[in-house]
């Protein structure tokens, strides 16, 4: 009998299980499992493939939570709906047609469950010209926020609000208006929102010089800007809310797999996938606290290890219901369908990495941590493209491999464009029982909310080695569920404060090395968000943000604790 947390159920119970027409769940936890292996299953039926056999097989792997694919899958397979991709990137063309266009497919996306992610870099600025009507434009932001209201009334599957993401390039001439867009906490809600920065801006920036805004409908120069200016308004407002981030963009099209379908514009609403124009992608998260061996909690076991073995395996059988799951999907447009078809896009990553630092005794705060880090993303980005290449021989090649960055003698040939994604895996890790995506602990003992449904969260890992270690007491845990971490808590070892650090406890630059450190094994991008203190100063923002960049991430989302807005103005992290 499968066995979850009460949390677990409560998340299961509201967004995931199967209701009658009244609203009753008609399903438990179990039968959901089977239901999502028995339609992805399904999809080896194509290629005379044992279906019974890998619907076992993808049932055990799911049931023991042990991996979890995106929210939609487990809540679409074998609905009518059947849409399973996460995430989606549409492209918003320079027309009131194109424009309007894209918000239709938007909301058709967003009512299946899906994120969507836009670059509104084409739009023509403020106060352009429109020819067809001899009046002027009112700019990118005014169309975010039609955008904005349409998702308000959106209700994602019935089951969580929707999330878009928006994006605007560093050399639009409406940079400077995108980002302080969100700094009354009532506009594009939404809306993550991140401006695509060039290496021709941070050089600039750099050499405190400036650069050259564009007018995307002429083409032509709009006219040049101090770098600095910009990027102090893009600190300011990161510092009072959150938002904007950035997206590395040009880093990001350098590892485009198939730059012969065009430039990648925009990301997901948490931007760890970039997506060309109309493509999706199916993420999956793999529990790393169950692959310990000999954990610290184990008084009587030798040193602690990660199982590779068993990681293996699994990584092998969630990259083939990844794949699986392209096939069976019933797509919301056919131009997405064409796109995921055709470049196969999946994203493997992983969830529970602060437990399995601390079932092996290693503080996240560590040398130890950043090479666990690096070992443990290598093998997993290394095994699910040798498995790739195996799903390549056995079902096909990707069909646009050729021309893609695959195309060449002395790469693998591959069955997905990508194979590995680090998403913040929301609810999901609810769901598993374990830390979420690659964060450390928020904290050890706080409240939150999902759809109204309150969850208070407790650390188990800690209760057990107070136990293990004979300094728990009945007033520690009521110390320690009250303040939510372990500063200013008397005896409780220096060892043991450290192993169970939080994330505000945390310096920022530490929370950069380790989304470096998985960036660099990682087809896609990493989710991760650099938690700051309250006291934090705006200096420690534009820091930051040049620290992600020299250090090869993808992008950044800084959050300052208790900043000006922050009780309205939190950024997605439970699109998964």
């Not at 066995?3 to 299961?12: E, S």
């Not at 939609?72 to 609905?79: D, I, R, Y």
């Not at 929301?426 to 964060?439: F, K, R, V, Y």
Request: proline share 4%; net charge neutral.
């Amino acid at each position: 009998m499968l066995k979850f947390t009460p949390n677990a159920l409560k998340i299961l119970k509201a967004r995931y299980l199967l209701k009658d027409d009244d609203g009753r769940v008609i399903e438990t936890p179990a039968e959901m499992f089977r239901r999502v292996s028995r339609t992805v299953a399904e999809a080896e039926r194509l290629y005379d493939e044992n279906v019974l056999f890998w619907e076992d097989k993808f049932y055990e792997l799911l049931s023991s939570l042990r991996f979890l694919p995106n929210s939609p899958t487990l809540m679409n397979a074998g609905k009518e709906i059947g849409q399973l991709a996460a995430c989606f990137v549409l492209p918003v063309e320079d027309s009131m047609k194109g424009i309007f266009d894209t918000l239709k497919n938007a909301a058709l996306i967003l009512q299946s469950g899906g994120g969507t992610g836009f670059s509104f870099s084409r739009l023509r600025p403020k106060e352009d010209v429109v020819h067809s009507t001899g009046g002027l434009s009112s700019g990118p932001v005014s169309f975010m926020s039609i955008y904005n209201r349409a998702t308000d009334v959106i209700r994602q599957g019935g089951a969580r609000r929707g999330a878009n993401m928006g994006i605007l390039r560093v050399d639009h001439p409406d940079i400077v208006e995108f980002a302080r867009s969100k700094r009354d906490c009532y506009e594009l809600s939404n809306f993550n929102i991140s401006v695509a920065v060039t290496d021709e801006f941070m050089n600039a920036l750099k050499k405190d010089e400036k650069y050259e805004l564009r007018n995307p409908r002429t083409g032509k120069s709009a006219g040049f800007i101090r770098a600095a200016d910009v990027f102090n308004e893009i600190v300011e407002s990161a510092w009072l809310t959150g938002d904007p981030g950035l997206v590395f963009i040009d880093r990001i099209n350098r590892d485009n797999p198939t730059p012969q379908f065009g430039e990648i514009e925009s990301t997901n609403p948490c931007g760890e996938q970039p997506l060309l124009p109309y493509e999706a992608c199916i993420l999956g998260s793999l529990n790393l606290s169950i692959y310990v061996g000999n954990s610290v909690l184990e008084s009587d076991a030798g040193s602690p290890y990660v199982n590779f073995d068993a990681l293996g395996n699994d990584v092998r059988t969630a990259v083939r219901f990844l794949d699986d799951c392209i096939d069976v999907n019933k797509y919301p447009l056919q131009d997405i369908e064409q796109m995921h078809k055709g470049n196969r896009k999946i994203g493997l990553g992983v969830m529970g990495w602060a437990d399995m630092l601390v079932l092996m005794g290693i503080p996240y705060v560590s040398k130890k941590a950043l090479k666990l880090a690096e070992d443990v993303m290598k093998f997993i980005n290394t095994t699910s493209k040798d498995e790739s290449e195996h799903l390549g021989q056995l079902k096909g090649l990707f069909p646009n491999f050729y021309g893609s960055v695959y195309d060449r003698d002395d790469m693998p040939r591959v069955r997905n464009a990508t194979t590995t994604t680090v998403a913040p895996t929301g609810t999901l890790s609810t769901i598993a029982d374990c830390s979420s995506g690659i964060e450390p602990y928020f904290a050890l003992s706080y409240r939150r909310y999902v759809l109204e449904t309150e969850l208070h969260e407790v650390n188990r890992y800690f209760f057990s080695v107070a136990k293990m270690m004979g300094f728990y007491s009945k007033d520690l845990e009521d110390e320690v569920i009250s303040n939510g971490t372990l500063r200013g808590i008397k005896n409780v070892p220096r060892k043991i404060k450290k192993l169970f650090k939080t994330a505000h406890e945390i310096n920022y630059r530490i929370h950069i090395e380790m989304q470096a450190v998985f960036q660099k094994y990682t087809d896609n991008a990493v989710s991760k968000t650099i938690n700051m203190p309250r006291s934090a100063k705006k200096e420690d923002i534009a820091d930051a943000f040049m620290m992600a960049y020299e250090k090869g991430c993808k992008g950044i989302t800084v959050f300052r604790y208790g900043g000006k807005k922050a009780g309205t103005m939190v950024r997605f992290s439970d699109v998964d």
